[in-house]
Nanobody, 125 residues
Framework: QVRLVESGGGSVQAGGALSLSCTVVEPLDSNDCLGWFRQTPEKEREAVAFVYVAYEFAWYADSVQGRFLASRDSSGKRADLQMNNLEPEDTGVYYC??????????????????WGQGIQVTVSS
């Protein structure tokens, strides 16, 4: 059952910008988070950002702080990740995640029940 649909991504040179969107098919709980994760062949899936559905708060990994901007619309049915000043190290498959299992950390992949299909982001030097 598809509950999250991603779009965007692509290829860009270092210093460029790309954006990702995540459409939420089923309504989210007010306690939910909308997370963005990145995975490469060399690394496990890691959190790059998340936003809360109910609060105006976003968290960012140190590696993307100041370059990425995570947001969600007021209905909580769409999340966006604006990625600016991209670096080759940002290359990877990006996933959105939602539907928390409980009240654990939104930085942890295990906290989420559903994932988007994944979108490739490639940054060349």
């Amino acid at each position: 059952q598809v509950r999250l649909v991603e779009s965007g991504g692509g290829s860009v040179q270092a210093g460029g910008a790309l954006s990702l969107s995540c459409t939420v098919v089923e309504p989210l709980d007010s306690n939910d988070c909308l997370g963005w994760f990145r995975q490469t062949p060399e690394k496990e899936r890691e959190a790059v950002a998340f936003v809360y559905v109910a609060y105006e708060f976003a968290w960012y990994a140190d590696s993307v702080q100041g370059r990425f901007l995570a947001s969600r619309d007021s209905s909580g049915k769409r999340a966006d990740l604006q990625m600016n000043n991209l670096e080759p190290e940002d290359t990877g498959v990006y996933y959105c995640a939602a539907y928390r299992k409980g009240l654990g950390s939104c930085q942890q992949p295990d906290e989420y029940k559903s994932w988007g299909q994944g979108i490739q982001v490639t940054v060349s030097s």
